[in-house]
C-alpha cells in the first residue's frame, strides 16, 4: 500500500472530514492527556485533511474510471470473502544481527504482531512495503474508524495505550522522523506553528511535542495521529533471544479513514521498519503463506531480517532494483513478458521496465496490494490471449458480482476442486528472471463447488489509466507460496517458488 495519492476519494471523502472535524480533537485529547493538543493543533490537523484531500483531487484529473474494484496502490477488496503469535519464552541480548518473526495470512494480506511499550501490548499490522511509517490504533475505545464496517466484529483489531506503558514518550520537533512525516508539506511551519524557533529547527534542538500528522494511502485511505517513540521487541534467530528497540518512533494513530488495522512499514524511508531496526544495508526476505490458511491462527510463516534473509548458496538469479526519481523509498522490478503457456502475451510496454522524466513507470512489488495490477492496453491483450487458450464456459454473473474480469465455470467431481488445466503464467523480468506462478495464484475459486460445477476467477485485474506513479504493481496474491529476497545492499529481489507452509514449520512457527 503505497503513500500516495492515486486515486479520486469523491463523495465519500466529504463524509469522511465532515465525520472528522467532530471527531478529531477529542482524539487528541484522549490519546495523550499530560499532552493534550489545544484546538489550534486540531486545526492543523484538519488543514492538513483538506489539503491532502485536493491532492487527490488534482493527481485524479485524468481518471476515467473511478468505479473500478481496486485503481489504488492499497489492499484490495472485493464483494466475495477470500477463505478466512506465538508465545515466546525471553532471553534479553545487547545485540541480534538477525530478526525472524512469523506472519500470519489474512483475508487481503499479511499481519506481523508488533510487541510495543513497558509492559509489552502486542499489537497485529500489516506488513507493507508499499509504504514507511508504521502505526497503531492508540486510545483503547476512542480508536475511530470511519468506513470500516466490515471490520466492526473483526477480532484482530487491537489498540495501544500510550498511558499504560511506561517507556512511551511523544516524539519532538527535534526528530529527523518528524521532519520526515511533515515532508508533504513544509516541515518547518508545522513545528514553528507548535512553538519552535528558527534557529532550534536548523539546530534540530527543538524539544516541543511534534504536531499531529495525516498521512494519506493509495485507495484513499486516511490515519490523523501523533507521533511515538517506545520500546518494541523483536525475536532473534531462535524464538527464546529478543532485541528491544528503546526509542522506536511510530504513529499512535486515533482516527482513520478505512484503514481499521495498523500497517508496519518496509518501505526505505528513515520511519521504516527496516530502516529503525539498522537492516537497509541488509535486506529481508518473506514466504507469504497461501490463502488457503487465511485466518487461521496456528499457522504462520517467516519473515526474516538480516545478513541470514540474503545469504544464499543457490547461486539463484536476482532481478535488479529500478530506482524511481519519483519514489525513492520503494521496491521496483522491470517486467519484460508475460507467457500464457508457450505463447508469449502481446508485447509488454517499455514503461514497466523503466521510468519517464518524471519517474512514473515501472512495476511496483507491494506486499499492500492484494493483487497484480497492469496497464492498458497491455492488459486487455492479455487477457485476450487466455480467453483464446481456455475452453471452460464463461461464468459472466460471477464476472458482475466480482469485478474480476475471467471467471470460468470448472469441472468438480465429487464436488471437489482440482488441479484444472488451466495455461501457466510466466513472469519474466529483467537479467532473465522467470517466475511461473503456481495456478492458485491466478485463478481461485470463488465459493465450494455446487453439482459437481465450482468457478474459478482470474485474479489480476486493470491498472489505473492514469499516468501518474507506477506503470504496474506486483500484488501479493500472486506472491503466495514464493519466497522473496530483498537484497538491500545489492539493490536487487529474488524469486523462488516455495511450499511456504512447510518452511514456516521448520523455523518452528506453526502452533501443535
Given at each position: 500500500?503505497?503513500?500516495?495519492?492515486?486515486?479520486?476519494?469523491?463523495?465519500?471523502?466529504?463524509?469522511?472530514?465532515?465525520?472528522?472535524?467532530?471527531?478529531?480533537?477529542?482524539?487528541?485529547?484522549?490519546?495523550?492527556?499530560?499532552?493534550?493538543?489545544?484546538?489550534?493543533?486540531a486545526t492543523t490537523i484538519l488543514f492538513l485533511l483538506l489539503v491532502s484531500f485536493f491532492s487527490f483531487n488534482q493527481t485524479q484529473a485524468g481518471i476515467r474510471n473511478p468505479s473500478s474494484v481496486v485503481l489504488g496502490l492499497t489492499r484490495s477488496s472485493t464483494t466475495f470473502t477470500i477463505p478466512k503469535p506465538s508465545k515466546y519464552s525471553r532471553k534479553r541480548v545487547s545485540q541480534v544481527s538477525d530478526v525472524i518473526e512469523p506472519l500470519r495470512a489474512v483475508r487481503d494480506g499479511y499481519l506481523l504482531s508488533l510487541n510495543i511499550g513497558t509492559p509489552g501490548q502486542v499489537i497485529q499490522v500489516y506488513m507493507d512495503t508499499g509504504s514507511d511509517l508504521t502505526w497503531v490504533p492508540c486510545g483503547n475505545l476512542s480508536f475511530d474508524c470511519l468506513d470500516c464496517d466490515d471490520y466492526r466484529n473483526n477480532k484482530l483489531i487491537g489498540s495501544f495505550s500510550p498511558s499504560h506503558s511506561s517507556s512511551s514518550f511523544r516524539d519532538t520537533c527535534g526528530s529527523s522522523f518528524c521532519i520526515d512525516i511533515h515532508s508533504s508539506d513544509n516541515s518547518f511551519d508545522t513545528?514553528?506553528?507548535?512553538?519552535?524557533?528558527?534557529?532550534?529547527?536548523?539546530?534540530?534542538?527543538?524539544?516541543?511535542?511534534?504536531?499531529?500528522?495525516?498521512?494519506?494511502?493509495?485507495?484513499?485511505?486516511v490515519v490523523t495521529g501523533t507521533l511515538t517513540r517506545d520500546n518494541l521487541m523483536v525475536h532473534g534467530s531462535s524464538p527464546d533471544i529478543t532485541k528491544d528497540l528503546p526509542r522506536f518512533s511510530f504513529g499512535c494513530v486515533g482516527s482513520t479513514y478505512r484503514e481499521p488495522i495498523g500497517i508496519a512499514g518496509f518501505g526505505r524511508g528513515v520511519l521504516s521498519l527496516p530502516s529503525q531496526l539498522g537492516f537497509l544495508q541488509k535486506g529481508f526476505s518473506h514466504c507469504f503463506l497461501a490463502f488457503k490458511y487465511a485466518n487461521n491462527p496456528n499457522i504462520s510463516s517467516p519473515l526474516i531480517m538480516g545478513d541470514v534473509a540474503v545469504s544464499s548458496n543457490d547461486n539463484l538469479q536476482f532481478t535488479p532494483m529500478l530506482k524511481s526519481p519519483m519514489f525513492p523509498n520503494y521496491y521496483y522490478i522491470g517486467l519484460e513478458a508475460i507467457a500464457v503457456g508457450d505463447v508469449s502475451s502481446a508485447q509488454v510496454p517499455l514503461?514497466?521496465?523503466?521510468?519517464?522524466?518524471?519517474?512514473?513507470?515501472?512495476?511496483l512489488i507491494d506486499s499492500g496490494t492484494t493483487y497484480t495490477h497492469l496497464p492498458e492496453p497491455f492488459y486487455s491483450q492479455l487477457l485476450s490471449v487466455l480467453q483464446s487458450a481456455i475452453t471452460y464456459p464463461r461464468a459472466t454473473d460471477v464476472e458482475t458480482r466480482t469485478g474480476f474480469d475471467l471467471c470460468y465455470r470448472v469441472p468438480c467431481p465429487n464436488n471437489r476442486f482440482t488441479n484444472d488445466p488451466f495455461p501457466s503464467i510466466t513472469f519474466h523480468f529483467l537479467n532473465n528472471v522467470s517466475l511461473v506462478l503456481p495456478q492458485d495464484n491466478y485463478f481461485y475459486a470463488m465459493s465450494a463447488p455446487?453439482?459437481?460445477?465450482?468457478?474459478?476467477?482470474?485474479?489480476?485485474q486493470s491498472m489505473d489509466d492514469s499516468n501518474y506513479g507506477p506503470a504496474g504493481v506486483f500484488?501479493?496474491?500472486q506472491q503466495q507460496n514464493v519466497k522473496v529476497v530483498y537484497d538491500l545492499e545489492k539493490e536487487r529481489i529474488?524469486?523462488?517458488?516455495?511450499?511456504?507452509?512447510?518452511?514456516?514449520?521448520?523455523?518452528g512457527l506453526h502452533k501443535k
Open positions: 500500500m503505497q503513500h500516495l495519492s492515486i486515486r479520486s476519494l469523491g463523495s465519500a471523502i466529504n463524509t469522511f472530514f465532515q465525520q472528522m472535524q467532530i471527531h478529531i480533537r477529542a482524539q487528541i485529547d484522549r490519546l495523550y492527556c499530560p499532552m493534550a493538543a489545544s484546538y489550534s493543533t513545528c514553528i506553528e507548535a512553538g519552535c524557533s528558527l534557529s532550534a529547527l536548523l539546530k534540530s534542538t527543538c524539544s516541543r511535542p511534534c504536531p499531529s500528522f495525516a498521512y494519506s494511502y493509495g485507495e484513499g485511505g514503461y514497466l521496465r523503466e521510468f519517464d522524466s518524471l519517474g512514473n513507470g515501472g512495476m455446487s453439482n459437481s460445477t465450482g468457478v474459478k476467477c482470474l485474479l489480476f500484488g501479493n496474491f529474488r524469486f523462488q517458488p516455495m511450499d511456504c507452509a512447510a518452511a514456516a514449520a521448520s523455523q
